[in-house]
C-alpha cells in the first residue's frame, strides 16, 4: 500500500495504490478426481487517483475537497495437480466507481498533527456502494519528515451483471503506518 500527494496552490493530486497477494496450497482427499493438491491463488489491486481544491488553508486546520476514481481488479486462481481432469479454473473481476471525498488536517501542537480523511462512491455505476473512512496521527521529525499511524476502513459492495454474476462484499480495515517527505 502506498500513497503519494502532489500539491500546487490551492490544488492537490493524490494517489492511493494498494495491491495483496494471498496463495496456499493444501492436500486434498482421495475424491476419484485424479489430485493429490490444491493450489489457490488471489490478489486484489486497487487504483485511486483524485484530484481536489484546497478550499480551508488556515494554520490550524487544512480541508481538501477531492474527486475521483477507483479501480478494483480481483483475479483468483485455482489449480488441481496433477490434474488429468484438467481440474483448472481462473476468473478476474474489474470495475471503476467514481468517489467524492474530503480530507481535514489539523496541527495538535508543534510537533503533532492529525489527518481524517473519508470517500464515497460507486452509486451502481461499478459497485453499488463503497465508501472508505480513516485517520492518522503524525509525529514531525523534522520539518521536512512526518512518522505517521492510524486506521483505515474501506467498505466495497459490488454485484456484477452477466451471466456468472460475481459478488464481492468486503470490509478491508487495519492500521497504517508511514512516512511523509514533504519535497518542496
Not at 11 to 33: E, I, N, T
Not at 124 to 134: D, K, R
Request: hydrophobic share 40%.
Amino acid at each position: 500500500m502506498g500513497t503519494a500527494d502532489a500539491r500546487w496552490k490551492r490544488f492537490v493530486l493524490p494517489l492511493d495504490v494498494f495491491w495483496v497477494r494471498l496463495a496456499d496450497d493444501k492436500a486434498v482427499p482421495r475424491l476419484g478426481l485424479g489430485a493429490t493438491t490444491a493450489d489457490v491463488k488471489a490478489s486484489l489491486f486497487l487504483l485511486t487517483p483524485k484530484v481536489g481544491v484546497r478550499l480551508l488553508d488556515e494554520p490550524k486546520i487544512k480541508c481538501d475537497f477531492l474527486t475521483g476514481f477507483r479501480y478494483w481488479h480481483l483475479g483468483q486462481n485455482l489449480h488441481f495437480s496433477p490434474s488429468i481432469l484438467n481440474l483448472n479454473f481462473s476468473a478476474s473481476q474489474n470495475w471503476v466507481d467514481p468517489l467524492v471525498g474530503s480530507r481535514i488536517e489539523s496541527p495538535l501542537s508543534s510537533r503533532f498533527v492529525v489527518t481524517v480523511f473519508g470517500d464515497v462512491g460507486g452509486w451502481g455505476t461499478g459497485s453499488q456502494l463503497e465508501y472508505q473512512v480513516g485517520g492518522v496521527l503524525g509525529y514531525k521529525l523534522k520539518e521536512t519528515a512526518t512518522l505517521q499511524a492510524g486506521y483505515r476502513y474501506l467498505a466495497v459492495n459490488y454485484r456484477g451483471g452477466g451471466v456468472r454474476q460475481p459478488v464481492f462484499d468486503a470490509h478491508l480495515s487495519g492500521v497504517v503506518l508511514g512516512v511523509t517527505f514533504d519535497l518542496k
